[in-house]
């Protein structure tokens, strides 16, 4: 993942170094937290409201708190925990004013397998629940122009992101794409560590198998 | 598994595939992780579905987000610095 987008070098500092900084009205700072984390904030606050313009004034108003909010911050936790807290608040205040319609509290039961389960071995035989000859991945043979297909790949895994259900596309960005940690992500969205592992389980499932349709035809329901 | 079922002697490829992001996050409890371990020893296409789990999660990781509109950036830098060029109230 391009971890300069939410660690950007400038950040590699300490925490208390940055608040300090940030304390004494360095732009530079603050231009930087706001480049670096509004995408991942924008993602986050998209999955509470219902509309792209009420995520993105849920973030700006979080900027805002954060401005205002920053002298008496007492740096207990990290400087991104801290915002993506007042974001949780906004976005879910915000969210229940809109009475968006699949708010945190509800995991979305989906569910079919993502992955066809034609492709293992019925159970009670003797390779139950193998893979089958045809079902088996096959190796993901590279093409000889390896930028073009680079940049293939990444436009058809930006399009399955961006049509996972809500919940799973979320978790899928705010831990594949902008790299944070498992905690963070179930702090920032309130949401129990198991919870958090079956949304992206079935969202890296459906992308992995969209890859694999990309490179072998395979049926598009993820067999 | 559920409470009062025996523990597996082994665990399969259809396992695999379901407790992948378990196993890739550390969170299996120690037999679990064990046997799939053992599993992968022996399965090639179970190794071959792992590595493009993992091709695919380091790809993902470039796919760029939506930012915010330059304009709003922009206000965004202008109230922080007119938040500090105004004289506070001290906090009492």
Redesign the interface.
Known sequence: ??HDLVDPPLLSMPDAELLSRLR??D?GA??HI??AW???M??MARSFVST?PSA?EV??DT??AV??GL??FEGRSLLRTWVLGILHNIARTRGAREARSVPWSSIAGDEESA?D?SR?EAPGGPW????TDDG?????QPSPDALVI?SE??RL??TA?ARLPEQQRTV??MR????LS?DEVCDALGIT?ANQ?VL??RG??K??AE??HYYHGHDSRGG | MTVGERSPVELVCQDLVALLTDYLEGSCDATTTQLLDSHLDGCPDCREYVAQMKAMIEQVGYVPLETLSPGTQQSLVEAFRDFHQSPRPTAP
């Open positions: 993942m391009d004494d009205g732009e603050f231009e706001v480049t509004s995408p991942m924008l993602r792209q993105e973030v700006q900027w805002l401005i205002r002298d008496a992955l389960p293992f139950a629940r193998h893979w088996a991945p096959r190796p993901w680079a790949i990444r895994l930006a992101l899928v960005s594949d794409v902008s790299g498992s560590a592992r992206l389980h890296r499932t992308l992995r890859l694999e």
